[in-house]
């Protein structure tokens, strides 16, 4: 006679149990992500440093070498650029010829520090702050845009003239508690990601909610058949001390111009309109061929159920053209009624949170169910 055994009913997790496994299991994935980044931090400061050196020590070897001039980091750039991709355009190589000019001795470089740390140090003239910077840096884990605040506000200058240096440092302190989170402080450098020369790398500075919207929106203006042509999206453009990244470019191939797009979560300001002023003027400099028209800057800003759409100063175009830049472009209208599409479809997509109450569990229907 067999005895048939009944299956005991698999035990589900509880809500509880399962929020701490997946807090330890976060932790571990963030902690295995920095140590990596840091990782990489550390070959590309080494690397800078050695391309800076041979640099150096090549332009020093002679006369006759010293006659290549700013010709010698052009050409380089063109040839490294052609060979491994981004992150070797002769603005680089100027900052790793300064690099190791500033820090000659390899042992000294901090692993604390990202190459973006060492080309905001390079700003500080003075030898004296630039170390005590490094130092401060080092022992407050200031980021980026932390370091690239003190130095803005003189904070070592501030220190050394104040007799009252405790009320300076909470000062600063509480400023920097105050500077909001933005996604691109999960990526330690954006240079790096060029460095590394990996796919797509602009993309991992995008929150969800921006890679969504520019995503769509990318397409939304093919689908114009206005005569759109996609350059690039998160594209660097540089001065001679910082790095600026243009969410979206378009080139026009009927009204010969480049189109920027600019896309902001909140509310416009005229910082913003500031910012995409110098954007338009800077690309004008810099990727501006000869053969082509002023470029143009848009502004898409969106909050909740508001939307504005404000097109950057034509820099004094004739009104003819500037009206063939409205007729040509998407309305207003047409980007408003695409911004809030979006929204309401990310809306749409966000996850339903589960029930846990123990009636529906239970299969008993819940105060408020539908079911009768």
Request: proline share 4%; with cysteine.
């Amino acid at each position: 006679m067999s005895i048939t055994r009944k299956s005991s009913p698999a035990t589900s997790l509880e809500p509880g149990e399962l929020g701490i496994l997946l807090a330890q299991l976060r932790a571990v994935i963030r902690e295995s992500r920095q140590h990596a980044l840091r990782a990489v931090d550390v070959v590309q400061v080494q690397a800078c440093w050695a391309m800076g050196r041979h640099i150096v020590e090549f332009e020093q070897a002679g006369a006759l070498r010293a006659t290549y001039g700013a010709r010698l980091l052009t050409e380089l750039a063109r040839r490294l650029t052609a060979e491994f991709g981004q992150g070797f355009d002769a603005t680089n190589l100027r900052f790793m010829r300064q690099f190791y000019q500033a820090f000659p001795i390899r042992d000294a470089l901090r692993r604390e520090l990202s190459w973006t740390h060492y080309r905001i140090l390079l700003r500080v003239e003075d030898a004296a702050a630039r170390d005590w910077y490094v130092s401060e840096t080092c022992a407050q884990n200031w980021g980026t845009r932390a370091l690239e605040r003190q130095i803005g506000t003189l904070y070592y200058e501030r220190l050394l003239a104040s007799r009252d240096r405790a009320s300076v440092r909470e000062e600063a302190a509480e400023k920097l508690a105050a500077m909001p989170p933005v996604p691109r402080d999960f990526v330690r450098d954006p240079v790096l990601l060029e460095f590394l020369g990996l796919p797509n790398a602009g993309k991992l500075l995008e929150s969800k909610l921006e890679a969504a919207l520019l995503g769509n929106l990318q397409a939304f203006l093919l689908e114009l058949g206005k005569g759109f042509a996609f350059v690039a999206s998160q594209q660097r453009i540089s001065t001679e001390s910082k790095d600026f990244y243009v969410d979206l470019v378009f080139y026009h191939y009927v009204l010969k111009c480049f189109v920027l797009f600019d896309l902001k979560t909140e509310e416009l300001t005229h910082q913003d309109i500031g910012q995409m002023d110098m954007y338009v003027r800077m690309y004008d400099d810099l990727r501006r061929g000869p053969e082509d028209n002023p470029t143009v800057g848009i502004i898409l800003c969106a909050r909740k159920d508001e939307s504005v759409v404000r097109y950057s100063v034509l820099h004094g175009n004739e009104h003819l053209f500037a009206t063939k830049y409205r007729l040509l472009l998407p309305s207003e209208e047409e980007l408003r009624a695409e911004l809030v599409r979006e929204q309401r479809a990310l809306a749409e997509a966000m996850p339903v949170p589960v029930i846990t109450d123990r009636r529906a569990k239970a299969g008993r229907p819940v105060k408020g169910d539908s079911k009768s």
